[in-house]
């Protein structure tokens, strides 16, 4: 058994950590143990942003790839053979990097708590524009910073700084030592790290995560960490031994296959919903409501999946395009319909030793319709009342199928049966919207608790028929993949 320390690319070179507990975050580490403390605690929940940090690795084709995540949620073991970008790499006082000058001479930092934060989302975004050769528009750089959140600018000034960085003389950070430690740092054999009875498995290939599960079955299995993190920060439980996901590099493939899209149970929510809206550009607000940036980039639509929550918004998406969940158990694959995965509150079709090895999507046909609705009280960064994807296929004006799944109506996110069975056969107007809307009290009866009452759930619902009427009514012949898209893709 493999025990050496954790190793990963930080202050410019490879650092080992040893001693410190499996759940240690990134954040408690920068701050206590690494005396960089530039890196800010807010929410300890993925909420404000005041903790980001940009994380970096190689793809495949051995390019390096930055992305901003949040350091209260991750835990340290996860940056094993990945680099480590903090504000402290950033410019200094005698030459202060883009970012940073640029939110100077725009005054975007007032009492200055959140500033770092702001500070590696915008250099993320930076990097990666500068990288393309292009320039963020005005919302495509709010939709970067959608989840840094600030109590002091209004956000005009820092949006401001946003457009002011790239006119300043280009200075991006040096990738070449990074690149090279990420090489050297790929050597490693897998990590297999404890402490204190609790051991942090890190295997890189499906085989050997398959013998893990099925070894500890008992075992915390995880992904992004973005749901996990909590438990640990917020309900302080113990995870015991935790077997992470995020190394095995087959999981994270997304690949086209028999007319449908293959995700990988690994690949980040980002380059989910971005393959996803490519193939369905009606889910694209949805990609950009779908928490946020540092969390789209950490988490994974399989975990997503996996967590089975009743106001997940990934599973209404999923669901009325008809994915299927591919599960292993050791050798074994058997594959099931998501919708038919959920059996109760968060309760799943998965076996002891079973792991989501992969979500396969079917394409839709240019005869289906799509419209996707996440109704919260906030626009960005929020967790959903009502989420609904609505979907119909027409032949001459005519609903020869329908599905309509909803999050945050019931226990689990489900199809409206009755619903789909008062629009199918029916023509596509008005009176059938209006009628799917009748049919939906027998099909859901909503809680009320902090998020919504029941009553508005219900409404707002019912509401989304005469949507989707209006959305599809009037373009019958439009392609889906041409249909406009309300907002702009995120930087």
């Given at each position: 058994?493999?025990?050496?320390?954790?190793?990963?690319?930080?202050r410019g070179e490879?650092?080992?950590?040893?001693?410190?507990?499996?759940?240690?975050?990134?954040?408690?580490?920068?701050?206590?143990?690494?005396?960089?403390?530039?890196?800010?605690?807010?929410?300890?929940?993925?909420?404000?942003?005041?903790?980001?940090?940009?994380?970096?690795?190689?793809?495949?084709?051995?390019?390096?790839?930055?992305?901003?995540?949040?350091?209260?949620?991750?835990?340290?073991?996860?940056l094993?053979?990945?680099?480590?970008?903090?504000?402290?790499?950033?410019?200094?006082?005698?030459?202060?990097?883009?970012?940073?000058?640029?939110?100077v001479?725009?005054?975007?930092s007032?009492?200055?708590?959140?500033?770092?934060?702001?500070?590696?989302?915008?250099?993320?975004?930076?990097?990666?524009?500068?990288?393309?050769g292009?320039?963020?528009?005005?919302?495509?750089?709010?939709?970067?910073?959608?989840?840094?959140?600030?109590?002091?600018?209004?956000?005009?000034?820092?949006?401001?700084?946003?457009?002011?960085?790239?006119?300043?003389?280009?200075?991006?950070?040096?990738?070449?030592?990074?690149?090279?430690?990420?090489?050297?740092l790929?050597?490693?054999?897998?990590?297999?790290?404890?402490?204190?009875?609790?051991?942090?498995?890190?295997?890189?290939?499906i085989?050997?995560?398959?013998l893990?599960?099925?070894?500890?079955?008992?075992?915390?299995l995880?992904a992004?960490?973005?749901?996990?993190?909590?438990?640990?920060?917020k309900?302080?439980?113990?995870?015991?031994?935790?077997?992470?996901?995020?190394?095995?590099?087959?999981?994270?493939?997304?690949?086209?296959?028999?007319?449908?899209?293959?995700?990988?149970?690994?690949?980040?929510?980002?380059?989910?919903?971005?393959?996803?809206?490519?193939?369905?550009?009606?889910?694209?607000?949805?990609?950009?409501?779908?928490?946020?940036?540092p969390?789209?980039?950490?988490?994974?639509l399989?975990?997503n999946?996996?967590?089975?929550?009743?106001?997940?918004?990934?599973?209404?998406?999923?669901?009325?395009?008809?994915?299927?969940?591919?599960?292993?158990?050791g050798?074994?694959?058997?594959?099931?319909?998501?919708?038919?995965?959920?059996?109760d509150?968060?309760?799943?079709?998965?076996?002891?030793?079973?792991?989501?090895?992969?979500?396969?999507?079917?394409?839709?046909?240019?005869?289906?319709?799509?419209?996707a609705h996440?109704?919260?009280?906030?626009?960005?960064?929020?967790?959903?009342?009502?989420?609904?994807?609505?979907?119909?296929?027409?032949?001459?004006g005519?609903?020869?199928?329908?599905?309509?799944?909803?999050?945050?109506?019931?226990?689990?996110?489900?199809?409206?049966?009755?619903?789909?069975a008062?629009?199918?056969?029916?023509?596509?107007?008005?009176?059938?919207?209006?009628?799917?809307?009748?049919?939906?009290?027998?099909?859901f009866?909503?809680?009320?608790?902090?998020?919504?009452?029941?009553?508005?759930?219900?409404k707002?619902?019912?509401?989304?028929?005469?949507?989707?009427?209006?959305?599809?009514?009037?373009?019958?012949?439009?392609?889906?993949?041409?249909?406009?898209?309300?907002?702009?893709?995120?930087?």
């Open positions: 058994m493999n025990t050496r320390p954790i190793r990963f690319f930080h490879v650092v080992e950590v040893a001693n410190l507990a499996v759940t240690t975050t990134v954040l408690q580490y920068l701050r206590e143990h690494a005396a960089c403390t530039g890196t800010k605690e807010g929410c300890a929940e993925g909420d404000c942003g005041a903790c980001t940090v940009i994380q970096g690795e190689l793809d495949p084709s051995g390019q390096l790839q930055l992305s901003n995540v949040n350091a209260c949620t991750q835990f340290l073991p996860t094993d053979g990945r680099a480590l970008l903090t504000v402290e790499d950033l410019g200094g006082p005698a030459q202060l990097s883009p970012v940073q000058q640029a939110l001479d725009c005054h975007g007032q009492c200055g708590f959140c500033t770092p934060g702001f500070v590696m989302s915008m250099t993320a975004c930076y990097e990666a524009h500068q990288a393309a292009t320039k963020p528009t005005r919302q495509q750089l709010a939709d970067a910073l959608a989840g840094n959140l600030c109590r002091c600018t209004g956000y005009r000034p820092i949006l401001d700084a946003g457009e002011q960085m790239f006119d300043m003389p280009a200075r991006c950070l040096d990738r070449a030592p990074i690149v090279q430690a990420l090489q050297t790929a050597a490693d054999e897998p990590l297999d790290y404890g402490l204190a009875g609790a051991r942090f498995h890190a295997p890189q290939s085989p050997d995560l398959a893990l599960c099925e070894t500890y079955p008992q075992a915390t995880l992004g960490s973005t749901d996990v993190g909590l438990w640990v920060n309900q302080f439980r113990e995870l015991g031994d935790v077997i992470y996901t995020g190394r095995v590099a087959a999981l994270r493939e997304i690949r086209p296959e028999d007319g449908g899209l293959w995700i990988g149970a690994a690949a980040s929510l980002e380059d989910s919903w971005a393959a996803l809206t490519a193939a369905v550009p009606r889910l694209r607000e949805l990609w950009l409501r779908f928490a946020s940036p969390v789209r980039h950490a988490g994974t399989g975990g999946i996996a967590n089975g929550s009743p106001i997940g918004d990934g599973a209404p998406a999923l669901i009325a395009l008809g994915a299927d969940v591919i599960l292993r158990r050798a074994r694959q058997r594959r099931l319909k998501l919708q038919d995965f959920y059996l509150y968060m309760k799943k079709d998965l076996q002891p030793g079973e792991f989501i090895e992969a979500l396969r999507v079917p394409l839709p046909s240019p005869d289906w319709r799509f419209s996440k109704i919260a009280k906030r626009h960005d960064s929020d967790i959903s009342a009502v989420c609904a994807v609505l979907g119909v296929r027409l032949n001459a005519v609903v020869q199928e329908a599905r309509f799944a909803f999050g945050g109506m019931a226990a689990i996110v489900k199809r409206a049966a009755a619903a789909e008062a629009v199918v056969g029916q023509p596509w107007n008005e009176a059938t919207a209006k009628a799917a809307a009748a049919a939906l009290p027998l099909d009866k909503p809680m009320t608790d902090m998020r919504a009452s029941a009553g508005y759930r219900l707002v619902a019912q509401n989304l028929f005469t949507k989707l009427w209006l959305e599809t009514g009037g373009a019958q012949t439009a392609p889906i993949g041409i249909w406009p898209s309300m907002q702009e893709v995120p930087a």
